[in-house]
């Protein structure tokens, strides 16, 4: 079965520091995303993609924040500054069209030290 | 008021019963509704889309839809340990690209 792919699974950073987080979305989707857990808590938006150009993105997608699908078929979210709080469970997901469900990758654990 | 509201739970259930999971939704306009698995530590894992009202029944599983309640809930018959997980109840937000709002989970325990 067709599944969205990320790397790494887990990163350690220090504050400050810049991560980039790579997913490979299912290759027939179109819809592209970005969201977070924090331990414990919920699973937040942060943004979706589509035909290469962000089409939302809520309030924690601020200017530290940045995707780009370089290559047609990765799909990057990158920090610029990491800060302590940004310590969580990133996750990709993509759906073929916009009444489906996503899937979602495994997720990167994101720890900043 | 919170976009989706689930009950957190625990919900305790033992195997072999029925586990009946609740969740409400404040964007009357919201189209698409789904139901995902997660468990700890793992990504959450796409169990059930409704998108009329009504039931949608698979294997072990039905969705039932209420827009005029704003209520969606999911059942599982024959509870097994290993749906022991939390569920999570996700509403698209209409007009957008597929922005889906998720509820807290509700985490299920099913015990032998």
């Known amino acids: 079965e067709p599944e969205v792919t990320q790397t790494p699974s887990h990163q350690v950073t220090q504050m400050g520091q810049e991560v980039i987080l790579r997913c490979v979305p299912i290759?027939?989707?179109?819809?592209f995303y970005w969201y977070r857990q924090i331990l414990g808590q919920k699973v937040e938006f942060l943004v979706s993609f589509y035909n290469n150009e962000i089409s939302e993105k809520s309030e924690i997608f601020d200017d530290q924040f940045s995707v780009e699908r370089p290559d047609g078929s990765n799909f990057t979210l990158k920090i610029r500054s990491t800060k302590l709080e940004d310590s969580a469970m990133y996750f990709c997901?993509?759906?073929?069209?916009?009444?489906?469900?996503?899937?979602f990758g495994s997720g990167t654990r994101l720890t900043v030290v | 008021q919170k976009e989706v509201e689930q009950n957190s739970g625990p919900l305790s259930v033992p195997e072999g019963a029925i586990a009946s999971l609740n969740c409400t939704y404040s964007d009357r306009g919201s189209q698409s509704f789904f139901w995902y698995r997660q468990y700890s530590g793992k990504s959450p894992e796409l169990i059930m889309s409704i998108y009329s009202n009504g039931d949608k029944e698979d294997g072990r599983f039905t969705a039932q839809l209420n827009k005029a309640s704003q209520y969606v809930s999911l059942l599982i018959r024959d509870s097994q340990p290993s749906d022991s997980a939390t569920y999570l109840c996700a509403v698209n937000r209409p007009g957008g690209y597929n922005k889906l709002i998720f509820g807290a989970g509700t985490r299920l325990a099913v015990h032998p």
């Open positions: 290759s027939n989707h179109l819809y």
């Open positions: 997901a993509s759906s073929k069209d916009r009444e489906e469900g996503y899937t």
